[in-house]
């Protein structure tokens, strides 16, 4: 069973902790890999992979790291968990690996691994770490899959790449939206998320 302690680390990134709808953090990968469901499910698989696995290195050799190198050490790590996702979903998901581009290379510039290996895996042991990895991986995940959920849907009337509006919806003239495909309408379906959670939070709060 998990402690209170162990249930906050994970749950908390969910909601009033959100690295992305709270800490607007990792923003940019949110923006430009939830044209489609499935390339955000493998993105936010693999931040969260690196991001728990970087935190329980760091975590377990914080003490021997000089303070002078402490960034070069964490991103070398990062990179190396970096190069091992890349590669993996080049021998096993080929396509989705080139849908997703350079974009997980760019892992290693994510805000969001960086802050938490400076603000908790620097200073917690690796259990708590590994779960502060899983929980604000989640956290990223659940706005990517929420944003590529209905750009996806909206703007091309499928899901994970299978079509899900009925052939007859669009004989009774409705169209797919392709402005939900362009870039813009990714910042803007996230800031309608933003909305929902400061107004529900703030709601819980009422109560």
């Known amino acids: 069973m ?7 680390i ?13 800490q607007v953090l990792g923003i940019c990968s949110t923006l430009a890999v939830t044209v489609s469901l499935e390339p ?19 975590s377990l ?19 190396a ?15 989705v690996s080139k849908k997703l581009s350079v974009f997980i290379g760019l892992i ?13 895996a620097m200073h917690n042991k690796p259990w708590p770490s590994f779960l502060d990895g899983i929980g604000n991986g989640l956290g990223y995940g659940i706005v990517l899959v929420i944003v590529g959920f209905f750009r996806e849907l909206l703007g091309s009337g499928s899901l ?19 402005l939900m495909i362009l870039p813009p309408m990714a910042l803007i379906v996230v800031a ?13 709060q009422e109560k």
């Open 10 to 22: 994970i749950f908390n990134p969910f909601s009033k902790e959100n690295p992305v709808l709270v």
């Open 40 to 58: 955000a499910i493998v993105m936010s698989i693999s931040v969260m992979a690196v991001l728990a696995f970087a935190n329980v290195i760091i």
């Open 2 to 8: 998990l402690s209170k302690r162990s249930k906050e």
């Open 61 to 79: 050799i914080r003490n021997t790291i000089p303070p002078t190198i402490r960034i070069i050490v964490q991103l070398v790590v990062v990179a």
């Open 192 to 204: 309608c998320v933003i909305w929902v959670q400061r107004a529900r939070d703030k709601e819980l």
């Open 160 to 178: 994970m790449g299978y079509k899900v509006i009925p052939q007859c919806v669009y004989d009774a003239g409705y169209m797919d939206n392709g």
């Open 81 to 95: 968990l970096v190069i091992m996702v890349q590669q993996f979903l080049l021998a096993y998901n080929y396509d």
């Open 108 to 120: 290693i510039t994510n805000c969001i691994l960086m802050g938490r290996l400076e603000a908790f």
